[in-house]
């Protein structure tokens, strides 16, 4: 783990953590914490050299690149200390002595802490399948914490370890997703909502989702899509083409209760099509920005899985890579866009 810093940087952290222990004040202590978790990110050899400026490492990902840019520890950690200020200074819910707020660490699949029909409102944005690794990204951080995540239930497709050694399969994340929206499910009040923000390439990604909030007791009752506008690291990927990382994600609501049983639609792509077709045809003519990206193979992923999953089907057999076919098949492509015959 030491690797990660260069000598002179572990050395300046190491006294920065030090003195930042010693203040008496449990609330200063906490906020000076919190500003060096990221120093501590930004400080690392992962931060990358830029001609132009902005070094800083990539986000969700442990990589290290070919040019270092090497930052001056005490500096970022002033950054990082007017960031926090400015935030206490301008909060407005901080003005409000009676506003509390519970922040608890605890795996999803134990929530024994909460009584059950207790919760009006769940918000959840679980991880998507094998995209992010979490408790590894968190790691450079938690180790100057000395509270390193246990990944025993971390919630993630894992296939490049075996199973005897920390691996996960996709039987694994649904049953721990499984575990978890169950949770959900009795903590919820009877007229409770609950919000999952989701998205993958692949469908058997979803299916596992969809599986898990079925066995767990949640009924869906809408489906729409979010567009983050900052993308990351691997949205990026997935905009160049590098990786197939749809962009924009779906939010699903649930209600407690069990839906309406339906079987896997192994001809997805017929409900897929007809929802983009129809989306198309809804379009002003022209070109922009927002035109371009409504006609987009990430934007016309996320309505067509949003579709299926609207009319009480899983997604089966409908992936990132399988829509693209299916659209090339029956659209017109120009640069990236779909359009009608």
């Known amino acids: 783990m030491s690797d990660f810093w260069i000598h002179r940087s572990k050395i300046a952290l190491s006294e920065l953590w030090h003195q930042i222990n010693l203040v008496t004040d449990t609330y200063a202590r906490s906020a000076l914490k919190f500003a060096f978790t990221n120093t501590a990110w930004h400080a690392t050899k992962m931060r990358r050299y830029n001609a132009l400026g902005g070094q800083r490492p990539l986000t969700g990902t442990l990589y290290i690149p070919q040019l270092i840019a090497e930052g001056n520890v005490f500096e970022i950690f002033r950054h990082q200390v007017k960031q926090v200020s400015r935030f206490y200074a301008t909060h407005p819910g901080l003005e409000h002595s009676e506003a509390l707020v519970l922040a608890r660490q605890s795996s999803a699949t134990d929530l024994s802490w909460l009584p059950t029909s207790s919760i009006d409102y769940v918000f959840t944005d ?39 050694a920390g691996g996960k399969t996709i039987t694994d994340y649904e049953k721990l997703l499984g575990d978890a929206f169950t949770e959900v499910r009795r903590v919820m009040s009877p007229t409770a909502r609950a919000s999952v923000v989701f998205h993958n390439a692949d469908d058997k990604v979803w299916s596992a989702l969809l ?17 983050k506008v900052q993308r990351s690291m691997k949205g990026y990927k997935g905009r160049s083409g ?31 099509l007809t929802s983009v077709r129809e989306h198309l045809e809804g379009l002003p003519t022209g070109a922009n920005e927002h035109l371009n990206q409504q006609r987009s193979l990430e934007y016309l992923y996320s309505l067509a899985v949003g579709a299926v999953i609207a009319n009480g089907y899983h997604p089966t057999g409908l992936s990132f890579r399988s829509l693209e076919g299916l659209l090339r098949e029956n659209l017109n492509s120009e640069g990236g866009r779909y359009y009608l015959h």
């Open 242 to 272: 590098a990786e197939l990382v749809p962009f924009y994600d779906l939010v699903i609501t649930f209600t407690a209760g069990s839906r309406t049983a339906t079987p896997d639609l192994n001809g997805a792509g017929a409900i897929a």
């Open 211 to 227: 599986s898990a909030t079925d066995r767990a007791g949640l009924a869906q009752t809408d489906v729409s899509i979010l567009d």
């Open 126 to 164: 679980p991880p998507f399948g094998a995209n992010l690794f979490y408790g590894d990204c968190n790691v450079v951080w938690e180790a100057w914490l000395g509270d390193v995540t246990d990944l025993t239930d971390e919630i993630v497709v894992n296939r490049s370890l075996p199973v005897t």
